[in-house]
């Protein structure tokens, strides 16, 4: 017997975020939704205050599929300028204020980016570049600047409506876009749809348990992907975002004592450092309002693990993997690393995510055998911006995406990463792209060859090392590889340090052997990634 269960011309309807916001906004219009230590935003506030930033943008002709940038520090104005692009359809980025110059220049020349947002201290790195980024339209200055043409951020949000913009904001719009490094050195933009972010943070509230009456402490920078996925998550959840200006160990101890957060996240070196602190600091505050305590963003390491159940003693402590283009993939708690056996395992995959491990010749394997990581979700991203190459690469087909992760399965379903993404080297937290820097080192007048890697450090987790090597009769030093370096690269992908070798192990098709490149200096440590 046929069954015909809709009325005719009826849709399925899938989330675009924006209907889940307005919920909140519905139900809870008094509740905070942001704040810091000055300054709280109801959820009706904040709605309000995106409504007029979105119809601003309107006004002054960026509209649906113009791509919105911003440029800051952690500040409140983030939520805002996402839900503003949010409610239009604008795709939203987000600049690393790290980068140089022409390194944010590209990624906003990439993205074709409408309108940029800046802080204040840093509208002059923008002023530098204007002449090279033809596709801005408009630059708004958070802060007391309104300068040389732009426009402060307040007086720009004030002349626009209240009103919620009448934009069809479509779940496959593009959301935002990550900009990733590869094999090549160029960034590439990970473009993720609204419905593709919607699921990753519904994914991630029932994964962890996020709910409406948590508040997620943010003081990882909210230009990195992890961040702005928990802060999205808390969001969706209806629950809270208390936003810190940069991640200061003692401050962040302060913050937990004085504001009672329930969830934190950061990278595991960011929890290395505060939980380093001398006994009598720590002594000093209270950590039992925090509920949730999450890692992610960098390799997770035992001692690490042991100092967060230490010093966060009713909490739920958890590593994930993660990354821009797949959301969050994995997750173990730190009963599992600790006590249950599987100490540097990535852990299995989070709610509606399925994985699988794959050879080269695109068959599974068996649980022990290596191969690449894929990942079916939801969830994952849609492609590379104007990029097919990467895409097709980055997917085994329409459904499954990897990001070059060779990884293992145990016969528990445990996964493990054997070797990293792309060779990226992982410091402080950041991601760095040794072929980026390799690109710039081999502008040099007498290099013939070089391999850039991470070495281990005890502070950072791995620093920046170039293995160079010269051609006949040069003589190039260390401190001028560096400073060549330094005035064309962030500082944070500048090496530390360069050795010379008479030549750079490589596979018979040229390919340069990353592994045999690292492993004098990782010899001895039992993994061979930090």
Known sequence: MDFIGKQPGKKTLTSNGINTLRGHVRKNPHKIAVRNDKVSLTYAQLWQRASQLANAMLDCGIGKGDPVITYMPNCLQYAEVMIAAQMIGSPFTLGNYRLTGDEIAYQINDTHVAIVFVQTDLLAAILKIKGKIKSVRRIVVIGDSSTGGMQNYEDFLKHGSSTEPSVEVLPEDLHVMFYTSGTTGKPKGAARTMYCDYSMAVSTCLELGINNNDTFLVVAPMYGAATIGYAISTLMAGGTLFIAPAFVPEETLKLIDAYHPTFIFMVPIMYDWMLSLPKETLAKYDLSSI???????????????????????????????GASELGFITRISADEWLKGGKANSIGKAIFDMELKIVSKDGKEVEPGEVGLL?????????????????????????????????????????????????????????????????????????????????????????????????????????????????????????????????????????????????????EGRDVLIS
């Open 291 to 321: 509920r949730l305590v999450v890692a992610c963003g960098a390799p997770m390491h035992t001692s690490i693990f042991q100092k967060m159940v230490d010093h966060f003693k009713t909490t739920e402590i958890y590593n994930m993997l």
């Open 374 to 522: 894929y990942c079916r979700s939801s969830a994952i991203f849609d492609g590379y911006w104007y990029n097919e190459a990467g895409t097709q690469e980055a997917f085994l087909d329409h459904e499954w995406a990897t990001v070059g992760d060779m990884a293992r399965m145990d016969n528990d379903g445990y996964y493990y990463l054997v070797d990293r993404a792309k060779d990226m080297i992982v410091s402080g937290g950041t991601n760095i792209y040794p072929a980026e820097v390799e690109g710039v080192i081999l502008q040099m007048e007498g290099i013939a060859d070089v391999g850039v890697i991470g070495v281990p450090d005890e502070k950072w987790g791995e620093q920046v090392k170039a293995v160079v090597v010269l051609k006949p009769s040069y003589s190039v030093r260390e401190d001028e590889i560096i400073s060549f370096c330094k005035e064309r690269l962030a500082g944070f992908k500048v090496p530390k340090s360069v050795d010379y070798v008479d030549s750079i192990p490589r596979s018979l098709i040229g390919k340069m052997l990353k592994k045999d490149l690292r492993k004098k200096y990782w």
